[in-house]
């Protein structure tokens, strides 16, 4: 937990997740420079995400869905200087969940 600006309510820790869409998939494993990181399928994908996602809300944390996006994730992270893979899609939805209000 952490307080808001005010100091006075404690605030769930929010995190991100990558999040890919099932129309995106095969073009976002093929776009990173680990896809043997990421679930060969979609729904095997979906099934791992959707359990982490319950075990971090059970855990407190809010939880924020970061869509990549496998056109523009290459060039973020080429922005960024790093590699399309998994610590950049980590940075890429801690940033997400960050930015959220």
């Known amino acids: 937990m952490y307080m808001d600006t005010s100091g006075d309510i404690p605030c769930p ?3 991100g997740l990558p999040w890919y869409a099932r ?22 994908w979906l099934m ?10 059970q855990a407190g944390l ?14 973020w992270c ?7 893979d998994a610590r950049a899609r980590a940075r890429f939805a801690q940033q997400a969940a960050e930015a959220v209000g």
């Open 48 to 57: 791992a995400a959707l359990n982490n996602e319950a075990v971090a809300k």
């Open 23 to 44: 129309e995106d998939y095969a073009r976002v494993r093929a776009a990173m420079a680990d896809p043997h990181n990421l679930a060969p399928v979609y729904d095997g």
């Open 62 to 75: 809010q939880v924020v869905r970061a869509f990549i996006d496998p056109d523009r994730f290459p060039h």
């Open 13 to 15: 820790r929010r995190i």
């Open 78 to 84: 080429a922005e960024k200087g790093l590699e399309a």
